[in-house]
T-cell receptor
Framework: GAVVSQHPSRVICKSGTSVKIECRSL??????MFWYRQFPKQSLMLMAT?????????EQGVEKDKFLINHASLTLSTLTVTSAHPEDSSFYIC??????????FGNGTRLTVT | DQQVKQNSPSLSVQEGRISILNCDYT??????FLWYKKYPAEGPTFLIS?????DKNEDGRFTVFLNKSAKHLSLHIVPSQPGDSAVYFC???????????????FGQGTTLQVKP
């Protein structure tokens, strides 16, 4: 089946720094990727839709200047958390689909901001 | 406003018995439903899905039932195995044409524990 690879799996950074998370679709092309966020013991919440070659579409309440998304190619989308704060600490998960449903998810990135 | 709800945060069953996980939704525009399984610190893994034109879909030990009039779906796992212990999320798509884009609305998840 379709495989989505996410890197890094965990990262610790200091407050005020920026962190980049990569999401790659292996063995298939993804014109659209999705970035989700999960707080402890809560549901997965869609943050934004990443579109290859165009601007990302952000969900209501998500700061586009804080969470920069770049979909540089058909197999790579990146999420950059800029000027990270402790409240940005969370589990970030990307997803993509090969043609139709279902969505396939990466293994997620645990971000801890100290 | 939680459009997809899993009202049972946890469920414990004995190995070999049936596990039934429930999910309710509020938006009648949803037309595609999925179940995912998730282990801690990992991404969700797709299990099974169902289109709104069906009321049942079966794949091995997993069966999903959809009751559109009640806006309710359930996942049956039989027989349950200790390796099934994980968090199970139901998800829905279809509003605002999202079934074409892949956007999913997730429930809160149910933690299933299967005891040996």
């Amino acid at each position: 089946g379709a495989v989505v690879s996410q890197h890094p799996s965990r990262v610790i950074c200091k407050s005020g720094t920026s962190v980049k998370i990569e999401c790659r679709s292996l063995d298939f092309q993804a014109t659209t990727m999705f970035w989700y966020r999960q707080f402890p013991k809560q549901s997965l919440m869609l943050m934004a839709t990443s579109n290859e070659g165009s601007k990302a579409t952000y969900e209501q309440g998500v700061e586009k200047d804080k969470f920069l998304i770049n979909h540089a190619s058909l197999t790579l989308s990146t999420l950059t958390v800029t000027s990270a704060h402790p409240e940005d600490s969370s589990f970030y998960i990307c997803s993509a689909r090969e043609g139709g449903p279902p969505l396939h998810f990466g293994n997620g990135t645990r971000l801890t901001v100290t | 406003d939680q459009q997809v709800k899993q009202n049972s945060p946890s469920l414990s069953v004995q190995e070999g018995r049936i596990s039934i996980l429930n999910c309710d939704y509020t938006n009648s525009m949803f037309d595609y439903f999925l179940w995912y399984k998730k282990y801690p610190a990992e991404g969700p893994t797709f299990l099974i899905s169902i289109s709104s034109i069906k009321d049942k879909n079966e794949d091995g030990r997993f069966t999903v039932f959809l009751n559109k009039s009640a806006k309710h779906l359930s996942l049956h796992i039989v027989p349950s195995q200790p390796g099934d212990s994980a968090v199970y999320f139901c998800a829905a798509s279809g509003i605002d044409g999202s079934s074409n884009t892949g956007k999913l609305i997730f429930g809160q998840g149910t933690t299933l524990q299967v005891k040996p």
